[in-house]
């Protein structure tokens, strides 16, 4: 189990990982605690309190090392962002306010440059 166990925060494998997983578990890539509500098989984000197990006790920070007896590490605690939804969003909004879209702003522009750019596009060029 242990040789496919990944970190819920950035999907790297966990190496070396003893279990019953300590409380001071950290991911070697990340340096994400490990022993985490987001890593349990109990974490259900659509439940009351985010967790199916009812004598767990309450969390609030779901993705800090906590004490909870009950944890239990589940495979496959990692969720890679949606970048296409995430994408067509940003698409939305910028075509909503009017700005130019993500790809195509100019990322190596100098500040003096895009300090340009807004008073143009604010006062017009020909001032």
Not at 12 to 40: F, N, T, W, Y
Not at 55 to 72: G, H, I, L, M, Q
Not at 115 to 120: D, I, L, R
């Amino acid at each position: 189990m242990s040789d496919k166990m990944c970190c819920w925060k950035c999907g790297a494998i966990l190496i070396d990982l003893i279990l019953p997983m300590s409380r001071r578990e950290e991911c070697a890539s990340c340096g994400a605690d490990q022993h985490v509500c987001r890593l349990c098989c109990n974490f259900d984000p659509q439940v009351s309190d985010q967790c199916q197990e009812d004598r767990a006790p309450t969390v609030t920070d779901k993705e800090s090392a906590n004490f909870c007896d009950y944890f239990e590490p589940q495979s496959g605690a990692f969720k890679a962002k949606d970048t296409e939804s995430e994408r067509a969003a940003r698409v939305q909004l910028a075509e909503l306010f009017g700005d130019q879209l993500p790809e195509q702003k100019e990322e190596n522009q100098s500040s003096q440059a895009r300090a340009q750019a807004e008073w143009e596009k604010l006062f017009g060029s020909d001032n």
